[in-house]
Structures are given as structure tokens and as C-alpha cells.
């Protein structure tokens, strides 16, 4: 069992940022995929982002592409997502993910049910 906790949310204004941070106590999570996903309000929870295990390969939405950029630190058991030039759309609940299972396309990081572990979410809300 892998348990995930999310953090750095919160409120800033439009065109700022903000890092997200999903940590885990347990070492495996340093050989899980990892995805973040997000849920507006009134909307359908959607894929953002999603990262190998080790790193090398990144995975983004059009939506935030060119402003989100994901990385890991496996010695600390953390996946960062940083999100930079931030909109009022980019409000929601922010929720990483992850499995032990190798993912190889971003169709394979977009499918929420392939992840084996959630956690409880961060709110990130931008301000117009």
C-alpha cells in the first residue's frame, strides 16, 4: 500500500505560480508511474500530467502544456509539479496518483483507472 499526500496549494493570482508536491513514505513509490489530475467544480476529474519512474519521460494535457512542468525526486519520494503562468481555469482540486505498473504512452497516464493509489487532493485556486 502506497499512501500519498499532497501539498502546496492554495490561492494566487493570475499569471503567478505555485509547486504542488505529492510525497509518499514508502519507498516503492520511487518505482511507480505517477500521475496528477485535477477536478473544477461541476466538472469531470481530468488528467494533467504523468511521470515514469525514473524521470525521463513526461506526459502532459494541451491544456497546461508549456506552463506545468513535472519532476521527481526518488531519494525523497516526491513528484513536483510545478505550474507557472497560472489561470482562473487552472482552479481545482489537484490529486496525484500512482501505480507500479510500467505505463509507455500519455493514453496510458490519462486512464484513472489504471492508478492503484490516490491521495486526498490539494485546492489550488487562481485568482482573476
Known sequence: QV??????????????SLRLSCAAS????SRCAVGWF???PGKEREFVAGINWSGTSTYYANSVKGRFTLSRDNAENTVYLQMSSLKPEDTAVYYCAATGKPLYSSSEYERRLIYDYWGQGTQVTVSS
Open 26 to 29: 514508502q519507498r516503492t513509490f
Open 38 to 40: 485535477r477536478r473544477a
Open 3 to 16: 499512501q500519498l499526500v499532497e501539498s502546496g496549494g492554495g490561492l494566487v493570482q493570475a499569471g503567478g
